[in-house]
């Protein structure tokens, strides 16, 4: 994919060279916030600027617009772009940072889409914009899907919000769209529920291959009942991050009715009452099922408070309350949560969040396993409120682990307000950690204030300095003399 931005001679060469022709990216991506000129994953889209957009559609576009065969647009300029000519080999667009009405008005508009595009069309991915917060549309969802399948009739790959700062959850409870289509291969889509998954493979959509969807809860209230099989559903991915009970009754059950599937890719939480969700577990009740699968990717943390403690495969048992972590290697998610000290190690090169959380403590060579597994690391959340045994460096293994100033070059978010006393030390104190420039800290006040000496402390002054936005916890108004000793960072 080559995005058209660059001087006259690279706008020139899009005229005659069909790798830049076949798709055609009109979008500008900003990213959300650059650290040390490595972006985040995360992207704001923008239209071109207007000389280059005006070159575009009065120049370049309607002497290549036979080539185009994908076009990637935005809100403020799709319009524009999709009228200033004609393109009779269009197959596929993507439409980013759209709001929902505009999306509708969109397809209400026969002039835009179907008159022209109606039977063109086999790939349309369009992404919602959201309003800043996990929204779930309601309303709107059966007029959205319904519109969808009526505008482009031949559509064989449909992709529903894959890139908004937040997901748009479609929910299908109020009102669902009564949409089949014969021609749908591929399916990506965010949901609210489980519920809105069963739905969309109840058989409407009988020839799909790939169904992916991320899912915001999975419970057992409004479920259907449909026992039919999916025999033609060759590769499916579930991602929860919430909590879900109902693993035996609602995961099981429809994974039971895909006997043909080749690739599964699974992510989710689950509290069980029976036992840990292992390899055993896995190999039993998901594998055994499905004997043409051959790729099988995995992620899952489980946990029960009825598991016997003496056949715990991984974390301690206390309190009557254990957790069991698998996955598949190598690790592809960006976030890896609640690791503790029976963490194995490994290098996670793609993961970009991380928290941390035992009742046991973390001594300074498990930090240094931390910067060391989690290479780009930017987000960093600790929880843990026991007193670490060696604090002052005492002779361990690894003299050198034990000793070494650690270093988080990627990270722009660290979370200790839930942190013992000497974990503020471990991330303050210049001699065990060097944090990096304009990162964001959230603190414990009443720790930091002791940790400090008041804020006036050398040892705690270097990475202090380097921090652009301080969270406080259990304070609300601040001495002066603390802008002095934070003299980059917004302090609230």
């Known amino acids: 994919m080559k995005h058209c931005t660059g001087d006259n001679i690279r706008l020139n060469r899009i005229v005659c060279d069909s790798i830049f022709t076949n798709r055609l990216t009109l979008v500008n991506f900003v990213p959300q916030r650059l650290i ?16 280059m957009l005006d070159r575009f559609c009065f120049q370049i576009l309607p002497e290549i617009h036979e ?3 994908r076009l ?62 996990r929204d779930t549309i309601t309303d709107e969802n059966p007029l959205l899907f319904t519109y969808i399948f009526n505008t482009f009739t031949n559509l064989q790959i449909l992709d529903i919000g894959p890139y908004s700062i937040w997901h748009q959850y479609l929910s299908f409870d109020i009102s669902p769209p009564n949409v089949i289509s014969s021609t749908l291969l591929e399916l990506h889509v965010n949901l609210n529920n489980f519920s809105d998954c069963l739905y969309l493979l109840d058989g409407r959509f009988n020839q799909l291959r790939i169904f992916h969807a991320n899912i915001e809860k999975i419970t057992s209230n409004l479920v259907n009942n449909n026992k039919e099989k999916l025999p033609n559903l060759r590769s499916f991915r579930l991602y929860c991050d919430m909590n879900t009970k109902c693993y035996d009754e609602l995961i099981l059950s429809l994974f039971h009715r895909m006997s043909n599937l080749e690739k599964l890719d699974l992510s989710l939480v689950v509290c069980t009452t029976k036992t840990f969700i292992d390899g055993n577990n896995l190999k039993l009740n998901i594998i055994n099922h499905m004997p043409l699968l051959n790729e099988f990717k995995f992620n899952i943390r489980s946990s029960t408070r009825f598991y016997n403690q003496f056949n ?22 960006k976030y890896y949560k609640y690791i503790t000290n029976n963490f194995p190690g490994g290098i996670f090169e793609r993961v970009r969040t991380v928290s941390l959380f035992d009742e046991r403590p973390f001594e300074h060579e498990f930090f240094f396993q931390i910067a060391q597994s989690f290479p780009f690391l930017e987000k960093l959340t600790l929880i843990n409120q026991k007193r670490q045994n060696n604090k002052q460096f005492r002779k361990s293994k690894n003299q ?49 204030k002791k940790v400090t000496r008041n804020f006036r402390r050398n040892t705690t002054r270097s990475n202090c300095a380097k921090m ?12 002066e003399h603390l802008k002095d000793y934070f003299p980059h960072a917004k302090i609230i």
């Open 36 to 51: 040390m000129a490595r972006p985040l994953s995360i992207y704001f889209t923008y239209p071109l600027p207007d000389p």
């Open 72 to 133: 990637d647009l935005e809100l403020l300029s799709m319009e524009r772009i999709l009228r200033c000519t004609n393109y009779p080999n269009l197959s596929e667009i993507t439409l980013y940072n759209i709001e929902i009405e505009r999306a509708l008005q969109l397809f209400s508009d026969e002039s835009l889409f179907i008159s022209t595009y109606k039977n063109q069309i086999s790939l349309f991915v369009i992404d919602i914009r959201s309003n800043g917060e």
């Open 400 to 448: 050198n682990q034990d000793s070494a100033i650690i270093e988080y070059p990627y990270l722009v978010e660290l979370e200790l307000s839930e942190a013992h006393k000497d974990y503020h030390e471990q991330f303050l104190f210049d001699t065990k950690t060097c944090l990096p420039n304009n990162v964001c800290v959230g603190m414990d006040y009443r720790l930091v």
């Open 468 to 479: 652009s936005f301080v969270g406080f916890r259990n304070k609300s108004t601040f001495p």
């Open 312 to 333: 715990l495969p991984s974390n301690e048992y206390k309190n009557g309350f254990s957790r069991c972590h698998i996955y598949s290697y190598p690790y592809e998610l």
């Open 67 to 69: 080539k185009v065969k």
